[in-house]
């Protein structure tokens, strides 16, 4: 099982979210933005769901009809992930991280970039 400190750590960085019954991080209630988390057993699972699964709520989402609310819902989740990952991820980068790892598309792609300290280049290999 996890340990704690890495659930606790997670929520401060996502104001307002929680877990559900089903072993389920709601990131965002409204937008019901989540990943299953009881199934994690270290830090580097969170890490790795936060990308693959969040990626795409912060850069492209639109979940409401307003312009300037996703506006807000993208920032707060770009904001989230920074925060947890301890990176200050732009949203260039967020939609080369999507783009290449989002949906768990390259889980062992996922793993190298996180152990590389977040290195862009790696993901960049995939451009050419």
Known sequence: MIEWEYIT???????HSFINQYGE???HRETNAYFKID??????DIKCKVLE????DAHKAEPFRARR???????FMMGGIN????????DEQMETIYTYLGNACNHEKTIRFIE?????????????
């Open 25 to 27: 991080f709601i990131a």
């Open 39 to 44: 199934n994690c057993k270290s830090e580097l």
């Open 69 to 75: 609310k996703n506006e807000e819902y993208r920032a």
């Open 53 to 56: 699964w969040l990626s795409r």
């Open 83 to 90: 925060r947890y990952l301890g990176t200050s991820f732009t």
């Open 9 to 15: 750590r997670l929520m401060k960085c996502f104001p």
């Open 116 to 128: 590389s300290g977040f290195d862009m280049f790696l993901l960049a290999e995939d451009k050419a």
